[in-house]
């Protein structure tokens, strides 16, 4: 019986220190203000550049148009120098896809996180 609860504590400890949803903070101002209804899909192929903007945020170039991307849990290993790695069946990067991160300079594996919905932004323009 004491063994029993021992482990309940400890799963009990152990899901507290679980990563934390984050879908109600706001983002930064420096991720841009939306400018219409969120996407589930970006094409890949058309994605022309990507900038990390903190644990939680990631921009995405589309043409002329970015994309934000509020990840749905904080990802500790997302710094702006991590190369975003993704595998697709489809070319399109989803919510709720798997991205890897890798390290450039010594190409280790950070982990992975999880997208969120790409919301159409205005980014102020000292951000562009």
Not at 22 to 40: C, E, T
Not at 80 to 88: C, E, G, P, Q
Request: aromatic share 6%; hydrophobic share 40%.
């Amino acid at each position: 019986m004491a063994a029993r609860l021992i482990y309940l504590a400890a799963g009990t400890l152990l899901a507290g220190c679980a990563a934390q949803q984050v879908a109600d903070v706001p983002p930064p101002a420096s991720a841009g203000a939306a400018r219409g209804a969120s996407i589930s899909c970006l094409t890949q192929h058309r994605i022309d550049g990507q900038r990390i903007v903190d644990k939680r945020t990631i921009l995405f170039r589309v043409g002329r148009q970015w994309y934000r991307n509020d990840l749905p849990y904080e990802c500790p290993s997302l710094k702006d120098d991590a190369i975003l790695v993704t595998r697709s069946i489809n070319g399109e990067s989803c919510s709720g896809d798997i991205v890897g991160l890798v390290d450039r300079s010594s190409g280790f594996s950070l982990g992975s996180c999880s997208y969120g919905r790409f919301t159409p932004v205005d980014l102020p323009r000292n951000v562009r």
